[in-house]
């Protein structure tokens, strides 16, 4: 699956205000049957989407019409518990380019990165502010700009900058992942090489 460029976009928002999201309740581990990164999104958040007969449970917010779009806003100590790369690859399916929260665990964080999915970190203030947004206005949107590093509340105008890797921003930007990154500066790695010969 390429990695699409990460251009400037404003979205609606789901909110999950729930604290220490572990990888198991992001997708469940009997989902993890293949190595394909396509296929997780609909059993992303499986055991909270649906009760035992399968149905849709209703006041979870991924099944509330009254939210959506491409940015999922999470409590504190979002991608805790264990490594495994098919939670990025979940949200990343289902449609998500940004998570927003106030703490990652850094191998989530990294894992995001590398799929293509951009982990906003901002203050526990400002993460209260948007969750206060989305109650008052469940389709409240909000602008990301991963080249400004900014994401901005859109009816009040209030924005934080936030921090990323320069080299992953500029991976995000243009659709790279490692290996892509390496070919697009092969005339650089061929140059160093000739030198030391």
């Not at 309740?25 to 055991?47: C, H, S, V, W």
């Not at 999470?74 to 805790?80: H, I, K, S, T």
């Not at 894992?111 to 993460?127: E, H, I, K, Q």
């Not at 790279?176 to 030391?196: C, K, N, P, T, W």
Request: aromatic fraction near 12%.
């Amino acid at each position: 699956m390429a990695i699409p460029k990460f251009e400037t976009f404003t979205s609606g928002a789901v909110p999950l205000e729930v604290e220490n999201i572990d990888t198991d309740q992001i997708i469940p581990a009997r989902f993890l049957k293949t190595t394909e990164r396509t296929g997780f999104g609909e059993n992303l958040f499986r055991d909270w989407r649906y009760d035992a007969s399968g149905a849709p449970v209703p006041t979870f917010p991924l099944n509330d019409p009254r939210y959506g779009g491409r940015i999922l806003v999470a409590g504190r100590n979002f991608g805790c518990g264990s490594s495994r790369e098919h939670a990025a690859w979940a949200l990343a399916d289902y449609g998500f380019r940004v998570v927003v929260s106030s703490f990652f665990a850094d191998i989530f964080r990294n894992n995001a990165l590398n799929n293509g999915l951009l982990p906003v970190r901002v203050s526990d203030a400002f993460l209260a502010e948007i969750f206060g947004e989305l109650r008052r206005d469940p389709a409240a949107q909000f602008t990301v700009n991963l080249e400004e590093q900014r994401f901005t509340i859109v009816s009040s105008g209030r924005s934080v900058e936030f921090e990323i890797d320069a080299y992953k921003k500029r991976c995000l930007l243009n659709g790279y992942d490692d290996v892509d990154y390496l070919v697009s500066i092969g005339d650089q790695i061929a140059a160093f090489e000739a030198a030391r010969k």
